[in-house]
Structures are given as structure tokens and as C-alpha cells.
């Protein structure tokens, strides 16, 4: 069966955008069928590429885990040329995306106000660390000192340690999916419209949304939450436990799952357990339960749990390590691990796109750019530049095009 061309296919993003939460955004537009053209520094590109190691071939493992299905290119913004090269893109572009500090794309002439004018279909995203308001409005922000000022860290960890951050930049992450999905809101709108709009997000405001049930347990009952562990503040039990030989993850969200729980554990009395009857009991309770499950559990392989859990019809899980994980067979299933041929690495497995359309998942179309490597492609396709206006635009230092 021929591969779908996507439901963004001929819509054109450019992407000034660098490190996580932006390019984690076009990355999933670019998967979706998008031409994303990732507009770079020359010599020095986004600051992703220099984060290692690992490297292999050269090319930085965080780089490439964040740009498959983008095209790039080297375009020196200092310059007056290069400015009206990126300007002249921007017009003729469904979306621009960008996450410098506020401020720096009116110093270009990139503005949302100076391209509308020109271009009033565009949809254009602008991602900062706190907003353009406030008190820090206009400051950078990083993803580890976010979710330390959000309260992401104060919750993360366990109760007698120190607060810990989460293993991967989850609220650039959180920033990124946003963004993609308003953006292709936006482009909904505007075929009813046919006008384009500004989308403002914030790491912090993200991060804000991401509290969630600690939000709510806050404003609505004047609770803070605590570092927990793994423990669920408000689900008993529902949290890690450990067997013979590791820990597994057992949850009963509900009264009937803990009833099959207890009669898996062979301690079918615990159910009728006035202590237990109900969430609420066991939430009152835990400092009893937990610790009379955990020698229970500790009496059996993980491996043995998880099958008779599993039988019970008690969600369970093994705690995997990352390569587990990515070896997993229900992984290799889904098909969230691809292998591609990269010019400079040779056949590599990657992280693939994971969202399918009409039962199958894009493919990895293009390999995580090399900096500038279709700098010709791009201005020939979106400018009409033929060869010899390239050429000379590189050979004046505008522009770069990787060999």
C-alpha cells in the first residue's frame, strides 16, 4: 500500500527555532507531512548539535533525536542579505515558529506585525521561558529551571531525598506538543478565516498546566503536595514495588481491581478488610497495606508477578531500564524504532514518528539534517534561486551549503 502523504503535506513551516521544545514541535509537523525548513547559524547551528556526548559520525545523539523530518539551512542573519533571504522565506511560509528571546525576531524585521502585513495567512508561534509579561517576561528560560520554579521538582522524588528532575526535558516536551497542536489549530481556523494568527506559549505556563491534580488538590483544598515516590497522593495502591530480583509497578484504581489484587496475592481477606473496603480507607490506610503487600511481593520473581497479576486482570508492569524498553517486542510492534541510512553515520536506528493515520505511522522521510545541507534545495524550491544566485550568496558568507 502507498504511503500517505500526510495531512500537513504542502503546508511549508519555517522553523527558527533551536535546543528541545521547538523543534520537538516541528519535528511531529514535519512528521505529519510538513516541508519544515530548520533555518540555522552557520558554522554553528542549533546549540543541540555541540550537546554530548554521545556523538557518532560526528553528529550529536540529542541533535538527532529532535529533527528527523526537516530540511536545513545556513542562513547568516547578521547580514542585511541574509536578513531579507529569511524575510522573503517567511512570506512565502504557512508557518513560522521561533523561540528566541521576545524581542529579537522585530530586531530582524521577522516580527509576527511586519510579516502579517505581507503575508496575512501566516501562522505564527513564538515559545519563550516565561512570556512577554510580568515580572520575567523577556528572560531566557531552560526546561530544568522551569519545572524547579513551576513545582514539577518539589513533588518529583521521594520523601526523605532531595527533589529530583525528570530524566528527559519533560517541559519542553510539554511546550513542544502544545505548540503543535495549536498551530495546527490554527491552520483549521484559517480555512475558515483565511487569515493566519499569533500563538504565544511559555515553558512556565506549561508547566503550570502540567501540576495538574497538585494544581487542584492547591486551589480548590488549600493542600500542597508532597514528594511521594512513586505512591499516587489520592489511588492506593498504585505505585512501584519491590520483588525478589527488581521493582514492578502495580496499580487498583478501583474497588474490584483490588479485590482481584488481594485474591492474586493470596490474602483474598484483605478486601473485606474495613481498613481497605474502600480508595478512601486504603488512601487513610496505606502506611498499613503498602507495607503487608511488599512482603508479599518480595517473596517472588517480577517475572512471576507479572503473570499472575496479569492473569488476575491487575494492571501491572516491570520497570524497564531505556534499553529494555527500546528492545521490547511490544515496541519493536508499534513500530516507534526505525533504521535509516544518515550520509555521515551509515544505517542507524532512530526514534520514529508515533501518531498513525489509517492504521500506519509516517515514515521517517528525511534523516536528521546536516547544518546547511539543503540550503540550495530550500531557496531554489521556496525562491526560485537557480545555482548561480546560490553560489554567489555562499561565497559572499550569506548563506552555507553543506558537500
Not at 526505525?338 to 498513525?356: F, K, M, N, S
Amino acid at each position: 500500500m502507498a504511503q500517505s502523504p500526510g495531512p500537513l503535506a504542502g503546508v511549508r513551516v519555517l522553523d527558527f527555532s533551536r535546543v528541545v521544545a521547538g523543534p520537538f514541535c516541528t519535528m511531529l509537523l514535519g512528521d505529519y507531512g510538513a516541508d519544515v525548513v530548520k533555518v540555522e547559524r552557520p558554522g554553528a547551528g542549533d546549540d543541540t548539535r555541540a550537546w554530548g556526548p554521545p556523538f557518532r559520525g560526528g553528529e550529536s545523539a540529542y541533535f538527532l533525536a529532535l529533527n528527523r523530518n526537516k530540511r536545513s539551512i545556513a542562513i547568516d542573519l547578521g547580514a542585511d542579505e541574509g536578513r531579507a533571504l529569511a524575510i522573503a522565506l517567511a512570506q512565502r511560509a504557512d508557518v513560522l515558529l521561533e523561540n528566541f528571546r521576545p524581542g529579537a525576531m522585530a530586531r530582524l524585521g521577522l516580527d509576527y506585525a511586519a510579516l502579517a502585513a505581507h503575508n496575512p495567512r501566516l501562522v505564527y508561534a513564538s515559545l519563550s521561558g516565561f512570556g512577554t509579561r510580568g515580572p520575567l517576561g523577556g528572560q531566557a528560560g531552560y526546561d530544568v529551571m522551569v519545572s524547579g520554579m513551576g513545582g514539577l521538582m518539589s513533588i518529583t522524588g521521594y520523601p526523605d531525598g532531595p527533589p529530583a528532575k525528570v530524566g528527559v526535558p519533560i517541559v519542553d516536551m510539554a511546550t513542544g506538543l502544545s505548540a503543535h497542536g495549536a498551530i495546527c489549530a490554527a491552520l483549521l481556523a484559517r480555512e475558515r478565516t483565511g487569515r493566519g494568527q499569533y500563538v504565544e506559549l511559555s515553558l512556565l505556563a506549561t508547566q503550570i498546566a502540567l501540576l495538574l491534580n497538585a494544581a487542584s488538590d492547591y486551589l480548590l483544598a488549600g493542600k500542597v503536595m508532597q514528594r511521594g515516590g512513586t505512591a499516587h497522593p489520592s489511588i492506593v495502591p498504585y505505585q512501584a514495588f519491590l520483588a525478589r530480583d527488581g521493582y514492578m509497578l502495580v496499580g487498583a484504581a478501583n474497588d474490584g481491581l483490588f479485590r482481584r489484587l488481594c485474591a492474586a496475592l493470596g490474602h483474598p481477606e484483605w478486601a473485606d478488610d474495613p481498613r481497605y473496603a474502600t480508595n478512601g480507607d486504603r488512601v487513610r490506610h496505606r502506611g498499613d497495606l503498602i507495607p503487608a503487600m511488599e512482603a508479599v511481593l518480595r517473596e517472588r520473581e517480577v517475572a512471576d508477578w507479572l503473570a499472575a497479576l496479569a492473569a488476575a486482570g491487575v494492571p501491572c508492569a516491570p520497570i524497564n531500564p531505556v534499553d529494555r524498553a527500546l528492545e521490547d517486542p511490544q515496541v519493536a510492534a508499534l513500530g516507534v524504532v526505525q533504521e535509516v541510512d544518515h550520509p555521515t553515520i551509515g544505517p542507524t536506528r532512530l526514534l520514529a514518528p508515533y501518531v498513525q493515520f489509517d492504521g500506519a505511522a509516517p515514515p521517517i522521510r528525511e534523516v536528521p539534517p546536516r547544518l546547511g545541507a539543503d540550503t540550495a534545495a530550500v531557496l531554489h524550491d521556496w525562491l526560485g534561486l537557480d545555482a548561480a544566485a546560490v553560489e554567489r550568496l555562499r561565497a559572499t558568507g550569506v548563506v552555507a551549503q553543506t558537500e
